[in-house]
């Protein structure tokens, strides 16, 4: 019996996920939500601001905003998308034997749900979520394209870094599910880059009109004015980000680079032990009909990739732009898997060993971090 376990274990290792996951979620609830909390104090009560939609939300429920919240959105954020993810993954494999291991090295990864359940609160999550959305959706008119440009505009006023973390992974979508898919004509092309110039038009009013107009102390004193508790002044002191220009955080991240670049080799291991998952991915893309097809899902790759390199410049918190990056794979891995095929893939074997034994190894990575590794 024990032998038929190790020869195919991916049932075990998907409860062994659900514990670890409820592991971290009730460490997660020990920590101080420094910066996730500040988002939630964080409105347009001083004209329009940067990374304040979420805050303005919350603002139209209740003036008063306790420490709790973090956890009580963020895990129902968090739950959202896992019941989105099932969803999409059942929409283009289905859940059986043989597509587990798949299930297991995606949903299962250090990167995705689990990273997801460390940095509960941030704000990295909604980009994933509403790029699912889009993946249920169905793609043949332009409201998808102005769906897609909605939520672009929604996680750019929710912080202006998702221009460059899932707006470009939202883009992939929008080409593989539509423009591909359904074809090209003057008028969805027309829409298309007309949405994407509002978008970028946004950021940039993000980033550099939307700094903090009132001086630190006022600010300050009105966040304290919607804590439930104003005593907890510990979790005030990161005001002073939405008063730092885009120089001072290059400088600062500059500055960190020597001592944060030493955990290059730790995400190099962790994403060769996805190799199973991408040799699957690099399946999916050589079996596609078209070869325009395949050049422009090569093409996206390296744009989103590229978009990412652009963040590792700028902002510091690389355990979390790297699980981001992955997440992005994983959801333009099944908007490939959407388009037409010349033949079927081999899906991730069940009963390999080499194949059990990493996925093992990733089922036991609790999460990836936030800034450095673990």
Known sequence: MLANVMQNPWRILLTINAAIIAGVFVHKIQLPPYVPYIHLLVDYHFGFIKRALIGAIVAL???????????????????????????????????????????????????????????????????????????????????????????????????????????????????????????????????????????????????????????????????????????????????????QPLSQEVSDTWGRLPHNILGLPVFALLIWLHTPLWRYFAGLIRALESDMHRRLVIAALIGVSLAYLVMFVMVFDYSRWISNWAVCMFLILHAVKMLPAARDTPLIPAEDRNTNIFGLILTLIPRVGIVRPF
């Open 61 to 243: 429920f209740t003036a008063k905003v306790p420490v709790w919240s973090v956890f009580a959105i963020g895990g129902v954020t968090w739950l959202v998308t896992l019941g989105l993810y099932a969803k999409l993954f059942q929409k283009t494999f289905g859940f059986a034997g043989r597509t587990l291991p798949l299930f297991v090295f995606i949903a299962g990864s250090p990167f995705f749900l689990k990273n997801f359940m460390h940095t509960l609160g941030h704000f990295d999550i909604y980009g994933c979520a509403l790029a699912i959305i889009l993946l249920l959706m169905p793609a043949g008119s332009l409201l998808f394209v102005a769906t897609a440009a909605l939520f672009s505009i929604i996680l750019v006023l929710i912080h202006h870094i998702h221009l460059l973390m899932y707006v470009p992974t939202v883009i992939t979508i929008v080409v593989t599910r539509h423009y591909l898919a359904y074809g090209c004509n003057r008028s969805n092309v027309a829409f298309g880059l007309a949405a994407f110039a509002v978008v970028t038009a946004l950021f940039f009013a993000a980033q550099f009109l939307g700094t903090m107009p009132v001086p630190e102390a006022d600010f300050v004193a009105y966040l304290k004015s919607r804590m439930a508790d104003p005593s907890r002044t510990d979790l005030l002191q990161f005001a002073y980000i939405w008063y």
